[in-house]
């Protein structure tokens, strides 16, 4: 007497492989829809446009012919900037990490009596590259450039660099 399907070896091995596949899928589905993506942005095309705002910025510091001078040392960050600039005006200084949003630094620094701005960062930069921004509060100017860190010396900053 032969025994019912049920019992047999190759239905469940034929009914195993694709429940398998199906269940492979859906874990697939939960990891991709679990979490965003932080290097993607939602605002693509506004970032585009605002390209050409950065571009007039960085030409009005090549105009003031402006110069930074950048330390980090011992958790603090140092600017010193040189230039045509209003003596004694705020600035915005954006550390931005090329990968992890979430290591990202924005600092509002105002100048000591001698002009030397200087911040103590609440966690420490991590060790790499890293996109520097350095602009007036006011946005009439930006100085930008790819650094990586750590850095032994002081690291210059030029406008149109």
Request: charged share 20%; aromatic share 10%; net charge neutral.
């Given at each position: ?9 190759w239905?469940w091995?034929?009914?195993v492989?694709p ?26 095309y ?13 030409k ?11 330390t980090?040392?011992?958790?603090v ?10 003596q004694?005006?705020?600035i ?11 290591q ?6 105002t ?23 350095i ?7 930006r ?6 860190l ?12």
């Amino acid at each position: 007497m032969q025994r019912p399907w049920y019992k047999q070896f190759w239905p469940w091995f034929l009914i195993v492989l694709p429940m398998c596949a199906v269940v492979a899928s859906l874990y697939t589905f939960y990891i991709a829809s679990s979490g965003a993506d932080s290097m993607v942005a939602d605002d693509y095309y506004k970032k585009g446009r605002a390209y050409n705002k950065d571009l007039t910025e960085l030409k009005r510091a090549a105009e003031l012919k402006m110069l930074a001078t950048l330390t980090y040392q011992d958790n603090v960050l140092t600017v010193k900037l040189d230039g045509a600039h209003n003596q004694g005006e705020g600035i915005r200084v954006n550390l931005t990490h090329p990968t992890l949003a979430k290591q990202d630094h924005t600092l509002v620094m105002t100048s000591d009596a001698a002009g030397v701005y200087r911040a103590r960062l609440e966690t420490p930069l991590i060790d790499g590259p890293w996109h520097l921004q350095i602009e007036a509060i006011d946005g009439n100017w930006r100085l930008q450039k790819r650094i990586t860190l750590p850095s032994a010396d002081s690291l210059l900053i030029n406008a149109g660099s």
